[in-house]
């Protein structure tokens, strides 16, 4: 890494490599220390990457609903740049912890797919935000494209407890199985890593991608003299 | 002792490298791009 | 304000009545593709039916909506009407309640077909329209919002329907749920908390959707 300004900040860099460690310990402690569970055995120890990735998913949504609302109310456009990466960030995040969750569902129910209310939320939460990142890609103007995702954005966030308890009405009547279950007192350690490894990662990742939406709005902003129509 | 679950590591296994493995892929993404703008942006 | 805007829809809507029949055969014609997918089994598709019935509502809504802008886009009728001293808010419930009758309307027509393919008759039927203009409500809050957006967007037609879906999910929900009990019996009546539940998100929805439609339109 050079020291020019124009260079790769430093900071996410180091939050990055907190990340990788806090990561890659907790996961250490978590696979080889720890002891099996009683019931699920081995299979439990899924829980102690996929509940800190559910924690995270869900921060990286309610981080991008926040820059949402304060974007519609200052006209900043940090704030559009900081929403776009946290919707991108999330939706990666969503994604695993649907991978996640059908691995762990595959041995404990016999079915990639358990209609548990937290995950299925999660599934319906990771097609609304895919659909906000394409109204992005296809909107030129952008500040069209800023306001409007952001009150796609606004609409989403504050549908997922709506989704969250229909759901959960809606498989109750059907299923008595229990979602993933709470974790006990000794397992906390790997879980705390693990949580603090994927939030280093997690916000490194929004401030770097938060840079380059900011580096791309600037050029669209500022467009060459050559082209003339400026926003 | 081993889990009430035959083959539970395997599932695990694939969970943790799930997770690795799209958060890799991820960064490298986002760092990529990052560095194609900067580069962009040094030769304008 | 209100009711000049709804008159006006309601008069376009009036004149478009070839397209509200275009909508309905698709409708139709989609609960007959449905059947094919279970099969000419009479007791499954009584149990199905009213999942049939709302996923047909579902995808004839996107075509309904889409359609509802349409006037504005063709002559940029949209900038000319925000000039006026109008509030958006009314341009935008005006709309929502111009779609949401004529998708009402869809459903309450669509009955009958799903009776007859699917044997699912009953004899609540006022319930059941309640819970048609309750779910429909539902669809036509956001989808006139989001409708607003991807009219002047390249490839309206597929992201009106992928916004759509995922953020009406609790409506569809509550809608086959309330729908399901009506035809299938409902011997706790727990019909009454899936339509609060169906209120819930009008109330949400109609009054956050109408609250940020301005910002929508806004130059």
Same mark, same amino acid.
């Given at each position: 890494?050079?020291?020019?300004?124009?260079?790769?900040?430093?900071?996410?860099?180091?939050?990055?490599?907190?990340?990788?460690?806090?990561?890659?310990?907790?996961?250490?402690?978590?696979?080889?220390?720890?002891?099996?569970?009683?019931?699920?055995?081995?299979?439990?120890?899924?829980?102690?990457?996929?509940?800190?990735?559910?924690?995270?998913?869900? %921060?990286?949504?309610?981080?991008?609903?926040?820059?949402?609302?304060?974007?519609?109310?200052?006209?900043?456009?940090?704030?559009?740049?900081?929403?776009?990466?946290?919707?991108?960030?999330?939706?990666?995040?969503?994604?695993?912890?649907?991978?996640?969750?059908?691995?762990?569902?595959?041995?404990?129910?016999?079915?990639?797919?358990?209609?548990?209310?937290?995950?299925?939320?999660?599934?319906?939460?990771?097609?609304?935000?895919?659909?906000?990142?394409?109204?992005?890609?296809?909107?030129?103007?952008?500040?069209?494209?800023?306001?409007?995702?952001?009150?796609?954005?606004?609409?989403?966030?504050?549908?997922?407890?709506?989704?969250?308890?229909?759901?959960?009405?809606?498989?109750?009547?059907?299923?008595?199985? !229990?979602?993933?279950?709470?974790?006990?007192?000794?397992?906390?350690?790997?879980?705390?890593?693990?949580?603090?490894?994927?939030?280093?990662?997690?916000?490194?990742?929004?401030?770097?991608?938060?840079?380059?939406? !900011?580096?791309?709005?600037?050029?669209?902003?500022?467009?060459?003299?050559?082209?003339?129509?400026?926003? | 002792?081993?889990?009430?679950?035959?083959?539970?590591?395997?599932?695990?296994?694939?969970?943790?490298?799930?997770?690795?493995?799209?958060?890799?892929?991820?960064?490298?993404?986002?760092?990529?791009?990052?560095?194609?703008?900067?580069?962009?942006?040094?030769?304008? | 304000? %209100?009711?000049?805007?709804?008159?006006?829809?309601?008069?376009?809507?009036?004149?478009?009545?070839?397209?509200?029949?275009?909508?309905?055969?698709?409708?139709?014609?989609?609960?007959?593709?449905?059947?094919?997918?279970?099969?000419?089994?009479?007791?499954?598709?009584?149990?199905?039916?009213?999942?049939?019935?709302?996923?047909?509502?579902? %995808?004839?809504?996107?075509?309904?909506?889409?359609?509802?802008?349409?006037?504005?886009?063709?002559?940029?009728?949209?900038?000319?009407?925000?000039?006026?001293?109008?509030?958006?808010?009314?341009?935008?419930?005006?709309?929502?309640?111009?779609?949401?009758?004529?998708?009402?309307?869809?459903?309450?027509?669509?009955?009958?077909?799903?009776?007859?393919?699917?044997?699912?008759?009953?004899?609540?039927?006022?319930?059941?329209?309640?819970?048609?203009?309750?779910?429909?409500?539902?669809?036509?809050?956001?989808?006139?919002?989001?409708?607003?957006?991807?009219?002047?967007?390249?490839?309206?037609?597929?992201?009106?329907?992928?916004? %759509?879906?995922?953020?009406?999910?609790?409506?569809?929900?509550?809608?086959?749920?309330?729908?399901?009990?009506?035809?299938?019996?409902?011997?706790?009546?727990?019909?009454?908390?899936?339509?609060?539940?169906?209120?819930?998100?009008?109330?949400?929805?109609?009054?956050?959707?109408?609250?940020?439609?301005?910002?929508?339109?806004?130059?």
């Amino acid at each position: 890494m050079n020291v020019d300004n124009n260079r790769f900040p430093r900071l996410p860099w180091i939050i990055l490599g907190l990340g990788i460690i806090f990561l890659a310990i907790g996961s250490y402690i978590g696979l080889f220390v720890a002891p099996p569970e009683a019931l699920m055995g081995q299979v439990q120890r899924i829980m102690y990457v996929h509940v800190p990735t559910a924690w995270n998913a869900l %921060l990286a949504m309610t981080f991008a609903f926040v820059c949402a609302v304060i974007f519609l109310f200052k006209s900043d456009w940090k704030w559009d740049a900081r929403m776009e990466a946290a919707i991108e960030v999330g939706v990666v995040l969503a994604f695993l912890l649907c991978c996640q969750g059908a691995i762990w569902a595959k041995p404990t129910w016999g079915v990639w797919w358990d209609w548990d209310p937290r995950l299925t939320t999660t599934a319906v939460l990771l097609f609304a935000f895919l659909g906000i990142l394409a109204l992005r890609k296809f909107v030129d103007d952008p500040a069209r494209r800023a306001i409007w995702s952001a009150v796609a954005t606004i609409i989403a966030y504050v549908d997922v407890p709506i989704v969250y308890y229909s759901v959960r009405w809606w498989n109750s009547l059907h299923q008595l199985q !229990s979602s993933p279950s709470t974790v006990s007192r000794q397992f906390w350690l790997p879980l705390r890593m693990n949580a603090f490894g994927i939030l280093f990662l997690m916000t490194a990742f929004i401030m770097l991608r938060a840079r380059v939406a !900011s580096m791309r709005l600037e050029q669209e902003l500022v467009p060459p003299p050559a082209l003339g129509e400026t926003a | 002792m081993n889990g009430m679950i035959p083959g539970g590591w395997n599932f695990v296994v694939a969970a943790y490298s799930v997770t690795a493995i799209v958060l890799a892929i991820y960064g490298a993404s986002v760092i990529a791009r990052l560095r194609s703008e900067i580069n962009r942006r040094n030769h304008d | 304000m %209100l009711t000049a805007a709804l008159r006006k829809e309601l008069l376009l809507q009036w004149r478009s009545r070839a397209q509200f029949m275009a909508v309905f055969v698709f409708g139709a014609a989609a609960l007959l593709l449905f059947s094919f997918a279970v099969g000419p089994v009479a007791e499954l598709l009584r149990q199905f039916s009213a999942g049939f019935l709302w996923l047909g509502l579902l %995808l004839s809504s996107t075509l309904t909506l889409a359609e509802s802008f349409h006037a504005e886009m063709e002559n940029r009728a949209m900038e000319g009407l925000l000039l006026l001293p109008a509030n958006p808010r009314a341009l935008y419930y005006g709309k929502a309640i111009a779609n949401w009758l004529q998708l009402t309307l869809l459903g309450i027509a669509l009955i009958p077909v799903m009776v007859v393919l699917y044997d699912a008759g009953t004899t609540r039927i006022p319930m059941l329209i309640l819970v048609i203009a309750l779910g429909t409500a539902g669809l036509s809050a956001p989808g006139t919002l989001y409708a607003a957006m991807t009219a002047q967007v390249r490839s309206k037609q597929t992201l009106l329907p992928l916004l %759509l879906f995922p953020l009406i999910v609790p409506a569809l929900l509550a809608s086959v749920k309330a729908t399901s009990l009506i035809i299938l019996g409902d011997p706790m009546n727990q019909v009454r908390s899936w339509i609060v539940l169906l209120a819930s998100f009008d109330a949400i929805y109609w009054s956050l959707c109408g609250l940020l439609f301005g910002k929508v339109v806004e130059e």
